[in-house]
């Protein structure tokens, strides 16, 4: 199984587009080719399974390995294990999603398709990377088409957003950057197999380019404070690019904070946690309650992204294994959820041309199938169990709870009290848009989903019922 | 074991159901929708009844097994080395007795809705919630494991969220629903932090080891060093689990919710506000009955919220007019009565009684409560579905166009009043009893609240079907909905010759109910029903002379003591405004206040450098030669 | 007859180089700019005369130098003043500091 193909599908797909004449053309290759992915993907899978139960000693799978600047050390390296296979499939699902959601685009759709499939590119070579460089590498291949994403084709303020995300995150990345560099001039390469079998490096050194590391990669998972340039980006963004940003790129920070900071440099981690926790909290409650404040749909869902996204900080902050095993759920629940909760507000978007939640209502008769998804979403956020998003939360609580400090246990306390303050507000959204009269007459002949929407809302929630019904098949995944 | 795929049967068959007509039942099965639920539920109440029959004679003779089933041999979702959600079934007495309970009401239900609900618009998505709900109630008693109960408790309180905001496009049962969902939610936040802290405690999340390992005498947690407020860790998780139950069970002072939930159908009144959610709290308690019996304060704290929320809902009744909301008020006094009674056990004095005779009077309420309630109700939506109004004033004389459910309402009055010999006559007592020997104190409030009841019960009685002259013919009732009348009218009579102290409780004593104990809340219905009866029998000014009397009283009772008024201050001007406000304030102008100044401040200074490029070339070679000669002095003079 | 010290050529060249230097940064008129460039090479040409005649009498590389310094002049300066006539068809001026497109 050769994981470069998962590069060079994406790659290959821009290749035909730029061959393509019509917009139908367009999108129909598009839609190809990253279903040809996700089934790529759930290929991976499969055989990842199989030979795991093979060599159940080895972590890393599929390994292949190239020198790229033999001078830095710098190795084309690249391989899986159970938790980059998840974040795998979850980037295929999520991007089948948004190439359907994007079916009506009307202007240079060419161009949209190419810059969103590149972004799953870089999303793919992040996960499977096994070089430090590398990984910096596909990091940033997925930065810039965000800035034209949503300058382009965004709406509201969108050129303020768009440039506010890619400082903010070419910030985040500088400070990776630095963290890199350092593990360089310590270790004297970049490649993270070998430096996950040898010891640790002194602390001194660990407790100096930690935060680097850390901070850097929480920029990209909404750390607070360095969080804001997720409502306004996500809200500018159009439906794919916000489903690609709060569904994948949100995660790309959170496997960059487990995989590379905390486990290349554990004991700092372990000295920095009080400060992971108090942040991680405070993004959960406080994301929370300014969530409660929002009149607009797609603002809603960006704070509460990033009140979600401080869970996959809190157990990566608590650093017991059931816990990190809870960040891993979380990232993969909330990058389903988050992606289907921008589909719907997407499809009420384009019908009724506004998001703000006092205009709108009672769309529950109008477009019940929309409806369901939305309150689907919803549901997830809130943490029903059956859902993805109940067993993501849960383990984070109890992973938390295990370390009996009474700082820890306020902070798990708190992060808990926040499920209260989501059913506030998901509820809020969905009575207001959903239920209650019809606001506008005018919406009276709006329609429901179209096939692509409903595929997406199919496919997602497919995702979340399966995680949030039989969890047990995706804990053995990540616990290898 | 044959019986594990029956209990299974019980359990799918109202989820098939959900799926079923959820999915297709919109386009495809439409009108037959009703018939396709309540048919799985009548197998499933068949199963049911099946398997409590089967447990309960196996009995005879030997001690109480707790047989538990644990399905999927593997864990549902691990937390490390030994905690972990297992799927699993407990049969025990009482899990065996909610299923009969649930499984027959939610029946009665099903077959009323046929002709209650029937032409209404989203006819199969009614059927479909109420197929969702019956499945997480029956979850819910059956689960072995408490964080499969929590799992549970969410999804009936989902399934209550759809079906009391089914008329979804009423502003009123849209906010009704929120209210209903964010309290228990609340309440939820305490019973989740609750499990962490037991399950922490005792290394396990398993019902059975949970009780064992922490009720072991060595080493016993309740010993621990006080931790917060002079409680130790382990009765702080108790206190969060009951926090937990008295919010699904609408107690003081998380009760709010329950009154505004009659916006529902009245059918999902009946099964969920009235006879079967409503009462998870209390079998949370129950089913972790050993644990809340080792220590005192936790009991008092049981006791004494059961006890103010029993008397505070009967004197709010006493002023309600809308038929509805008595009954709400009504359930949430008799829950008050289940949850105290459940409190007594530690303050026994040493004596002949088996102060477990508490639980017993608890759950033998349960059982009988359920059937007359939720008669009421279905007796209500027959009055209500005649007048087309919830009003009692709408109401009066009803008597000759109703017959049937005359009979039964007045059936259920009587049982709920305690008079003998109607089923309610024999759980009141027996957690009369209790309180008789707990608390003399809470034996006064028991009493006087059941004095109430009868009052309250039978104003409403008389208000509807005597006051005005009755006339009329009797209206044309369909079958499907005399049946489940009648059915449970059979139930509130005769249940109370069930003994119920047997099937519970091994070498359940005998006792007798013909003894001095008995007589004063006889008595004190009597008197209730005796003034109701004075008052309300015929229209007169009695009612407003009665209530200009207490005029204060009145007025603050029929303002349900304006604890609504209150939450809403707390929620809207507290935390929406001190809390929520300023959060989103901060976020905008002063977090983002900071990137954006960082922003300008990086502008402002590549302003002011910018004048170096000044596109002047004799500027350019200045800068040259500064900076070679710079270099050459740097490189002759400075370095070597 | 008595031989002229060689600094005093060298300061004699010096001088020119600065004096051209002086008239390369404060002039205005590109024409006297390009004028002040020739002094500068041509002062960098007495330097390499001197210096071959007075250090180095059997070689030749430092006239040969001047010669290339020479040819290169005349030709930088035809095409100094191409560019200038050019810039004079558009901004309608010899002035340096009106050639101030390229700036920030």
């Known amino acids: 199984m050769n994981l470069s193909l998962l590069i060079i599908l994406p790659l290959l797909t821009i290749l035909l587009l730029a061959f393509c004449r019509s917009q139908s053309q367009v999108r129909w290759v598009s839609f190809i080719g990253v279903t040809v992915q996700l089934v790529l993907s759930l290929v991976l899978l499969a055989l990842y399974w199989r030979e795991h139960a093979v060599h159940g000693a080895t972590r890393f799978l599929f390994e292949s390995r190239q020198s790229w600047f033999s001078a830095l050390n710098i190795e084309y390296h690249v391989g899986v294990d159970g938790i980059s296979v998840a974040m795998i499939l979850l980037t295929a699902m999520v991007m089948v999603g948004a190439v359907l959601v994007s079916w009506n685009i009307g202007a240079q759709v060419k161009e949209f398709f190419v810059l969103l499939l590149l972004l799953s590119a870089g999303a793919y070579g992040f996960f499977i990377s096994l070089d430090l460089f590398t990984l910096f590498f596909f990091l940033e291949v997925s930065v810039i088409p965000k800035f034209l994403l949503i300058g382009i084709w965004g709406s509201g303020p969108k050129e303020y957003a768009a440039m506010k995300l890619a400082l903010m995150l070419m910030a985040g990345s500088a400070l990776t950057f630095v963290g890199v560099l350092g593990v360089y001039y310590q270790a004297h390469s970049f490649d993270l197999l070998r430096m996950f079998s040898e010891g640790a490096m002194p602390l001194s050194v660990q407790r100096f380019f930690f935060p680097f590391l850390f901070v850097g990669f929480g920029i990209f998972s909404a750390l607070f404070p360095f969080h804001t340039w997720v409502p306004d980006g996500h809200s500018s963004a159009p439906t794919a690019a916000s489903m690609f940003l709060a569904g994948i790129s949100m995660k790309l920070g959170g496997y960059g904070c487990l995989r590379v900071a905390i486990a290349l440099m554990p004991d700092a981690a372990r000295e920095y946690s009080p400060v992971i926790v108090t942040l991680a909290t405070i993004g959960i409650v406080y994301g929370a309650f300014a969530t409660m404040m929002q009149k607009d749909l797609k603002y809603i869902n960006a704070y509460s992204s990033v009140s979600h996204c401080g869970f996959i900080l809190l157990g990566a902050g608590m650093l017991t294994p059931t816990a990190l095993t809870g960040a891993y759920l979380q990232m993969i629940s909330h990058g389903l959820m988050t992606a289907l909760f921008f589909a719907a507000i997407g499809s009420i978007y384009e019908r009724t041309h506004t998001r703000l939640v006092e205009r709108l209502g009672g769309l529950q008769k109008i477009m019940p199938f929309i409806a369901t998804i939305f309150v689907i979403a919803g549901l997830c956020s809130l943490g029903l169990p059956g859902l993805s998003g109940f067993v993501a939360e849960m383990t984070v609580f109890m992973g938390s709870w295990q370390r009996s400090a009474s700082g820890y246990r306020l902070a798990t306390v708190l992060s808990c009290a926040s499920i209260v303050i989501t059913a506030v507000y998901i509820l809020r959204a969905t009575g207001q848009t959903l239920m209650g009269p019809v606001k506008d007459p005018q919406y009276n002949s709006l329609t429901d989903a179209k096939w692509n929407e409903r595929l997406t809302g199919i496919l997602l929630v497919a995702g979340i019922l399966v995680i949030g019904t039989a969890p047990f098949w995706l804990t053995e995944l990540i616990n290898k | 074991m044959p019986n594990t795929a029956y209990i299974l049967l019980i359990l799918l068959l109202p989820l098939f159901g959900f799926v079923l007509l959820g999915l297709f039942g919109r386009r495809y099965i439409r009108g037959f929708s009703g018939v396709i639920g309540a048919a799985l539920l009548f197998v499933s109440t068949l199963c049911a009844l099946y398997v409590a029959y089967n447990y309960f004679s196996g009995n005879a003779g030997m001690p109480a097994l707790r047989r538990t089933y644990t399905l999927f041999g593997a864990t549902w979702l691990s937390f490390g080395r030994d905690l972990s959600i297992d799927m699993g079934i407990l049969i025990d007495p009482i899990s065996a007795m909610m299923i009969v309970v649930v499984t027959v009401i939610s029946l009665m239900v099903h077959v009323f809705s046929l002709g209650y609900m029937k032409g209404e618009e989203r006819y199969s998505t009614y059927y479909a919630f109420l197929g969702l709900f019956t499945f997480s109630m029956l979850g819910l008693v059956l689960s072995s494991n408490i964080f499969e109960t929590y799992i549970f408790w969410e999804l009936v309180g989902v399934s209550s969220f759809l079906l009391i905001g089914f008329y979804y496009d009423r502003p009123t049962a849209v906010a009704a629903a929120k209210k209903a969902f964010i309290v228990t939610r609340f309440a939820d936040l305490g019973f989740l932090i609750g499990i962490l802290i037991l399950s922490f405690q005792a290394q396990t999340l398993d019902f059975g080891w949970l009780i064992n390992n922490l009720s072991s005498f060595e080493h016993s947690p309740f010993n621990e060093p006080p931790v917060f407020l002079g409680l130790p860790l382990v009765d702080w998780g108790l206190i969060l689990v009951f926090i937990g139950g008295a919010g699904k069970s609408a107690l003081f002072p998380l009760h709010i919710w329950l009154p505004d939930a009659m916006e529902g159908p009245t059918p999902v009144s009946a099964l969920i506000h009235a006879a079967t959610m409503v009462v998870a709290g209390v079998y949370l308690v129950a089913r972790l009955y050993p644990l809340y019996t080792l220590t005192r304060d936790v009991q008092q704290v049981v006791l004494y919220v059961g006890a103010i929320s029993a008397l505070l809902a009967a004197i709010i009744a006493c002023t309600q007019t809308d038929i509805k909301r008595v009954l709400a008020y009504s359930t949430m006094s008799q829950i008050g009565y289940m949850m105290f009674a459940l409190g007594t056990y530690r303050l026994f004095p040493p004596s002949l009684v088996d102060p477990k005779i508490g639980f017993i009077g608890s759950m033998f309420h349960l059982f009988t409560h359920a059937f007359f309630k939720a008669l009421l109700f279905l007796c209500a939506g027959v009055i209500i579905h005649l007048v087309h109004s919830n009003e009692m004033k709408d109401m009066g004389g009803l008597r000759k166009r109703l017959p049937l459910a005359h009979i039964c309402f007045l059936i259920a009055c009587l049982a709920i009043s305690g008079i003998p010999p109607f089923s309610g006559f024999f759980s009141k007592e027996d957690i009369l009893s209790a309180a008789w020997r707990a608390d003399k104190f809470i034996y006064a409030i028991a009493l006087f609240t059941s004095g109430l009841t009868a009052f309250y019960m039978f104003r409403l009685y008389f208000s509807v079907f005597w006051n005005k002259p009755a006339t009329g013919h009797p209206h044309a009732q369909p079958l499907v909905e005399s049946i489940p009348l009648v059915i449970l009218a059979i139930g509130a009579a005769f249940a109370g010759l069930i003994p119920f102290s047997h099937l519970l409780i091994v070498g359940g004593h005998v006792h007798s109910t013909i003894g001095r104990n008995a007589v004063p809340p006889v008595l004190i219905a009597l008197l209730g029903i005796g003034i109701a009866a004075w008052l309300y029998y015929k229209q007169s000014d009695r009612p407003q002379k009665a209530a200009a009397a207490f005029r204060g009283l009145y007025t603050a009772a029929y303002h349900k003591f304006y604890i609504d008024e209150l939450y809403l201050f707390v929620t809207k001007k507290i935390i929406f405004n001190c809390i929520g406000r300023p959060a989103a304030w901060i976020d905008r102008n002063i977090v983002d206040g900071l990137m954006n100044g960082l922003a300008v401040a990086t502008a402002r200074i590549s302003a002011t450098i910018k004048g170096i490029q000044s596109g002047k070339v004799q500027d350019y070679a200045w800068f040259f030669f500064v900076g070679i000669a710079g270099l050459a002095i740097l490189f002759i003079y400075i370095v070597r | ?104």
């Open chain 3, 1 to 104: 007859m008595p031989v002229i010290p060689l600094h005093y050529i060298l300061f004699l060249s010096t001088a020119l180089f600065f004096i051209g230097m002086y008239g390369l940064f404060t002039r205005r008129n590109m024409i006297t700019m390009l004028m002040s460039v020739e002094l500068i090479l041509n002062s960098v040409n007495i330097n390499f005369v001197a210096f071959n005649k007075y250090l180095y009498p059997e070689n030749l590389e430092g006239l040969f130098f001047s010669l290339f310094i020479i040819a290169i002049a005349a030709a930088e300066a035809a095409v100094a003043i191409a560019i200038i006539i050019n810039l004079y068809r558009n901004i309608r001026s010899v002035d340096v500091e009106a050639a101030d497109d390229m700036k920030f």
